[in-house]
Structure formats: structure tokens, C-alpha cells
């Protein structure tokens, strides 16, 4: 296990920077540029005949991070397994897993190889230096930390409560007391980052038309079927890869409301299950996010 040598630390597909890895090998970084907000991309366009310009709401520009850093070793077999490691962070053109952990909270970015990684021994042969950048089409980091919250629909006390000291109260202006609630059919998700948060929703069956709705702006999400007892319904709200699957299967065309929202940076959003009928419940996963 790498022991950090100093914070942020930095993590790609095994390989570790701001740390003495498991081969005695210390990964220093000289200069970053990970914690650079993406720029914002201005959606403009000149008036023809008049001053200034036609305006669109503008979106966060891609996420590029440059990484320098040097790496000292214990010889020239330790030189050459430190090599190959940071070689084998990038074994393909795909997609890797970006960490950065300042010692707070570790925060994750999809990001692929941008530039040639560079190597450079000097008189050393045990120390070199290092150079790379990442490119992640989505500039949000989210936290390592996976959130979740879940509720069945409401659920309310039946009859009067006479066991627990209720019943009915004239003296405290408690009256009529008919027991406890069992299940508000809600749930609250936080988001504590600065960037805006996507939830993953899932409908677990039985369930005979189920509804989520937004209780702070009443946009809502609905299911146009009926649920079995071991059916679940996934909904990815992410603009980027949003989807609607039963089981595994596509059904977005079974959404008879589709008023996606997401958690507001540094807010918090009430959700509510509602459906026709059955027993099954609603959760959520989400991670905070921010730039």
C-alpha cells in the first residue's frame, strides 16, 4: 500500500504520485494544474443591426490537467519498475479513473491520455523526471464517496395510538393521536461540492405506476407500468449518458414524465414516491460534485 509522502495525491490505474510506492520508489509532483476550474464555454453570436450580442446560456468547457513531476528510486531495477508502471497507466486509448485526494476527500475524474508521456534521466540514473496530460471530457470531479437514500411509499399510523401514552391528550394540546408515522414516502439528497450533481434513480418493484417527484419545483419522473416483485427500474438522469432500464433493458420510451433535474452545488433537493399501488420502493445514488 503507498504511503503518501505528501498531499494532494494523484492516482491513474495503479500508478501513485505524492507518495513512496510499493517498490521504494518516492513520486514527487513538481507542478499541477488540477485544481484549474474549467473555463466556460460563451454561447454568443453579433447583432446584425444593432449593438452587442444575442446570448445562450453557457456550459463548462472539457478538463485538461497537466502533471510534472520526478520519481527517485532505489536502482536500476526499481528505475525500470517505476517506468513501466506510469507507462502502464495508459495501456490503451480508452478511459482511466483520475484521483485526487487532498486529505479531505478523495474526488474522481473519467479522463485519457492527452499528450506523450515523458521520461527524462539526467546524470542519475536512479532519478528521473516525468510529464503527462489527461484529458476528461466531463470537467466535474465527484466525490470517491457514493451517497445513497431510499424510502417505500407512505406509510401512516393506523388508529388510535392508547400504548404509548397518546390517545386523547386535552392537557399538553396533543388531542387526537394516531400513532406514528412509519414512512414519510421522501427522502432528502444533498449535494455539499460546487458543480451541479446527476442522481441515478431506481424503482423497485411492486410498484403499479410510480412517480418521483422534485417537492421544491414539482418536475417529475413517471413510469408508465407496472412493476413486479423482483423488477427493478434504473434512471440515469446525467445529460451525458442518460438512460431508462428495466432489468437491464431499454424502456425510455416508458416515461410518461420526464422532467429531469439535478442537485443544485452546495444545495439539497426532497424527493417524493408516489404510485397507483403496491409495496416497492424508491432510492437514489449521487455523489457531491464540483470543478
Given at each position: ?7 494532494p ?18 513520486w ?5 494544474d ?29 478538463r ?9 528510486t ?13 507507462a502502464?497507466?495508459?495501456?490503451d ?37 516525468w ?86 419545483t ?12 423482483s ?8 445529460p ?52
Open positions: 500500500m503507498p504511503a503518501v509522502l505528501t498531499y495525491t494523484y492516482s491513474i490505474n495503479g500508478w501513485n504520485a505524492g507518495v513512496l510506492d510499493d517498490n521504494n520508489a518516492m514527487g509532483v513538481s507542478s499541477q488540477a485544481l484549474n476550474m474549467p473555463a466556460p464555454r460563451m454561447r454568443t453570436s453579433p447583432k446584425p443591426y444593432a449593438d452587442g450580442s444575442f446570448r445562450a446560456p453557457s456550459f463548462r468547457d472539457s485538461t490537467v497537466t502533471l510534472t513531476g520526478w520519481c527517485a532505489q536502482g536500476r531495477v526499481t528505475a525500470r519498475q517505476a517506468r513501466d508502471l506510469i502502464r497507466a495508459f495501456p486509448g480508452g478511459q482511466q479513473l483520475f484521483t485526487m485526494d487532498d486529505g479531505v476527500a478523495a474526488r474522481t475524474v473519467l479522463v485519457e491520455l492527452a499528450s506523450e508521456v515523458k521520461i527524462a534521466f539526467g546524470g542519475n540514473p536512479y532519478l528521473f523526471q510529464q503527462f496530460s489527461v484529458w476528461a471530457a466531463d470537467g466535474r470531479y465527484l466525490d470517491a464517496n457514493v451517497q445513497t437514500a431510499v424510502t417505500s411509499l407512505p406509510i401512516f399510523g393506523n388508529g388510535l395510538d392508547w400504548s404509548t401514552g397518546g390517545g386523547l391528550d386535552w392537557s399538553t394540546g396533543g388531542g387526537l393521536n394516531w400513532g406514528s408515522v412509519s414512512s414519510s414516502g421522501s427522502f432528502v439528497m444533498q449535494n455539499t461540492g460546487t458543480a451541479q450533481s446527476w442522481p441515478v434513480f431506481t424503482f423497485a418493484g411492486p410498484l403499479t405506476l410510480p412517480v418521483l417527484t422534485n417537492t421544491g414539482g418536475a417529475q419522473i413517471a413510469y408508465a407500468d407496472t412493476l413486479g416483485a423488477d427493478n427500474v434504473v434512471i440515469v438522469t446525467d451525458e449518458i442518460r438512460s431508462v432500464a428495466l432489468n437491464g433493458s431499454d424502456r425510455f420510451t416508458l416515461l410518461s414524465a420526464a422532467q429531469w433535474f439535478s442537485i443544485p452545488p452546495g444545495g439539497s433537493v426532497t424527493v417524493s414516491l408516489a404510485a397507483s399501488g403496491g409495496s416497492g420502493t424508491l432510492s437514489a445514488s449521487w455523489q457531491n460534485a464540483s470543478w
